[in-house]
């Protein structure tokens, strides 16, 4: 009997390993045929497009700087994209924010670079066991923090909760660029994490605070799609703006969310919804924040 248990045990931790293997390789698969896009944005900085949030890159003569970076199983191809720009591997790797598509390679690059990023970052990549310590911020900050690096002075701003409750903005003063992490998402429906300390309307807020900073020349990287610049930002405001005067309406006529999804987003934003977010989850996430608040 006890062997049959013994054997019975050894079976299922062969095909517990199966079935981990056949899920690592899936995930690898699936990034086989991601390609990391490198937009050179001016002398020492870049911005990376491949499968997750876009990566800010500074490389100069102090070495390399990256903001984010992606998903684990991207990182051989960030270092490789990196190695286009110049030699050498991160200094420096900044989390705008906790989520994966941002923060998957941190267990690479943090073996020899230094990750920094608010506190609530570390406390929630910490919270997952999995986190391996490599993959924690080592530097973090409650508000701001200044990285002076390539010639420039960069700016690392948290401005409350928004996305998450531990989200940053990195500006660089003199090229005049800023990397908004998620707290953009270029001419899409943006991801609100209430279950991590996201807001509706502080997201907005936090949006139109940086607003104010920027000109008409910033270059603007968002956390997912094109480039933009002040003017696509602040359409991005402007969606944000009509979205929850439209959903407090909504909430103020007694409508409830099944109702509201069947009348669907105002036709003007019918284009914004995409394979993450479409218009339903984005009215959900509005009338789930906006219904609980004045």
């Known amino acids: 009997m006890k062997l049959r248990f013994q054997r019975q045990i050894i079976g299922l931790s062969a095909l517990t390993m199966l079935a981990l293997t056949q899920t690592l390789a899936v995930a690898d698969n ?145 090229a005049n660029i800023i990397h908004m992490g998620d707290l953009y998402f270029k001419d899409r429906f943006p991801y609100i994490d209430l279950a991590a300390g996201g807001s509706v309307t502080g997201y907005r807020e936090n949006v139109s605070m940086i607003l104010n900073r920027l000109d008409n020349k910033t270059k603007v990287i968002p956390g997912h799609g094109a480039l933009g610049d002040k003017n696509a930002l602040l359409t991005f405001k402007h969606m944000l703006d009509d979205s929850i005067n439209w959903m407090r309406g909504e909430i103020e006529m007694g409508h409830d969310l099944a109702t509201i999804k069947k009348q669907g987003v105002p036709p003007k934003y019918a284009n914004w919804g995409w394979e993450f977010i479409s218009a339903d989850k984005w009215i959900e996430t509005l009338y789930q924040d906006l219904a609980t608040k004045p």
């Open 30 to 174: 699936k990034f086989s045929d991601v390609m990391i896009k490198s937009q050179k944005l001016d002398n020492n900085t870049y911005m990376f497009i491949g499968a997750g949030g876009n990566i800010g890159v500074s490389a100069g003569e102090d070495g390399i700087l990256i903001i984010d970076d992606q998903f684990a199983p991207l990182a051989d191809k960030i270092t490789a994209a990196l190695k286009q720009i110049q030699p050498g591997v991160p200094k420096y790797i900044v989390n705008t924010h906790y989520h994966g598509d941002h923060t998957g390679g941190n267990a690479h690059f943090g073996e020899k670079g230094t990750i920094l990023a608010h506190h609530n970052v570390l406390k929630r990549l910490k919270a997952d066991s999995r986190s391996p310590a490599s993959a924690l911020p080592v530097i973090t900050y409650a508000e701001n923090i200044s990285i002076h690096f390539n010639q420039d002075t960069l700016e690392v701003i948290h401005l409350g909760p928004g996305h998450t409750d531990g989200d940053s903005v990195v500006i660089w003063e003199k």
